[in-house]
């Protein structure tokens, strides 16, 4: 697998990767992450980053620089990857998964090219709405052209996609992509998203009880929508003066997320907490909330949707692309649209209503079954087998034997 981003950088990319690299490992695979070193950052960074490397895959870091635009994302360096790529031609492995359009991208392409290897692409990130976000200085056409293009070049140049959801499926489609697709969710652990103790995260950051409490965990980012959610809050203070707005995450939009709330005149009613540990902390801070808050319309899957329910967290949420596809028929969230006052109506209906918060986040931990990585993961084996089975033959590598790498 080749990424441009993985923890300790913090989003669902990086999520979904150790999602794949964890079970697949856990199967009997043998799995080989390249990805960006973020060790610069500073020791803690390094020991995040250790830690993570940990899990019982190889991870081979590259030396990778900031992108000016978004600083805390990582660019590889091209010396990097030209150092890396013979390296990588000595190892046989039987399926190349590329995660990211980038230079992880690059690397895996002339890696499948040099090797004859099958070549598969998650397709992630919906680049013509994150476009302009990060480079606002683009006439809004000419941004999305740009995207589409290269949506179109990037994906004929690999095998096979994955799209999480029929969604993200259809908008390839009508970029003109031809390329084979799946649509195959990431899914999952459920067993890392179970316990949780709201009580304790109350308790601890000198939370009543009582309060009532709203909760989004998302990257802090233009593209995710949380100014809307501050509306929202600022709408409802008037019948629930003591209600708290929990925001789990960091990103490039906190400064200005924080301005809003001091303009919104919120300072009491809303409260950033940063990344949490994923062990305890996130939790525990789902646990936390009366509801959990989301209204990103840039989504290709939504798997913060997903953590709720397992949790037993009642949902309030849009549905456009991929969290469409999550919250369709499920019983523990109540969808809304993207008005400020159609989503403040509806919290503020289950703040008013405890016995129908309960049924929904009973309803929570069924819903999240469906989207159980070990059930999904066992198609993502079946498509890895059988590309395999078409891919050209392969030559050997120096010492004519062939490692039983599976997934790679």
């Known amino acids: 697998m080749l990424t441009d981003v993985y923890f300790p950088r913090v989003n669902g990319v990086s999520s979904s990767i150790r999602t794949f690299a964890r079970t697949l490992t856990a199967q009997g695979h043998r799995v080989t992450l390249v990805a960006p070193d973020y060790t610069a950052d500073g020791e803690a960074a390094a020991a995040a980053q250790a830690d993570f490397d940990a899990e019982g895959f190889e991870v081979i870091r590259l030396p990778a620089r900031r992108i000016f635009f978004d600083p805390e994302d990582r660019l590889l360096r091209a010396s990097a990857l030209r150092a890396a790529l013979p390296q990588l031609m000595q190892r046989r492995f039987d399926v190349i998964h590329v995660h990211t359009p980038f230079r992880a991208h690059a690397l895996g392409v002339r890696l499948a090219r040099a090797t004859r290897t099958p070549t598969i692409e998650s397709y992630h990130t919906y680049f013509e709405e994150y476009i302009g976000h990060y480079l606002p200085w683009l006439p809004r056409l000419f941004s999305r052209a740009v995207a589409r293009r290269l949506s179109r070049r990037l994906c004929h140049e690999v095998d096979h996609l994955i799209v999480p959801t029929s969604e993200m499926a259809a908008v390839l489609e009508d970029y003109g992509i031809t390329t084979p697709a799946t649509v195959l969710p990431t899914g999952l652990e459920l067993g890392e998203f179970s316990g949780g103790d709201g009580r304790r995260f109350r308790t601890a950051h000198g939370i009543a009880p009582d309060c009532p409490v709203l909760v989004t965990v ?8 949380i100014g809307f959610l501050l509306q929202v809050v600022q709408r409802l203070v008037d019948e629930f003066p003591e209600l708290l707005f929990v925001i789990a995450g960091e990103g490039p939009d906190a400064s200005r997320l924080k301005r809003q709330v001091e303009a919104l005149g919120l300072d009491g009613n809303v409260r950033f907490f940063g990344n949490l540990d994923r062990r305890r902390g996130l939790l525990d801070c789902y646990r936390a909330g009366d509801l ?71 309803a929570g931990p069924v819903d999240a079954r469906a989207w159980s990585v070990e059930v999904l993961m066992e198609q993502a084996v079946q498509l890895y087998q059988s590309l395999e089975c078409t891919a050209p033959s392969k030559s050997t590598t120096s010492s004519g034997e062939r490692p039983a790498a599976t997934a790679s």
């Open 218 to 225: 998302s990257r802090l980012a233009l593209e995710k929508n």
């Open 292 to 362: 959990f808050v989301f209204a990103s319309p840039t989504e290709t899957q939504g798997l913060v949707l997903i953590e709720a329910m397992a949790l037993g967290v009642p949902i309030v949420s849009t549905a456009v692309m991929g969290t469409a596809t999550v919250l369709a028929g499920t019983r523990s969230a109540q969808v809304s649209s993207g008005s400020v006052d159609a989503f403040a109506g509806h919290v503020a209906a289950l703040l008013r209503d405890p016995p129908r918060r309960a049924a929904l986040s009973a």
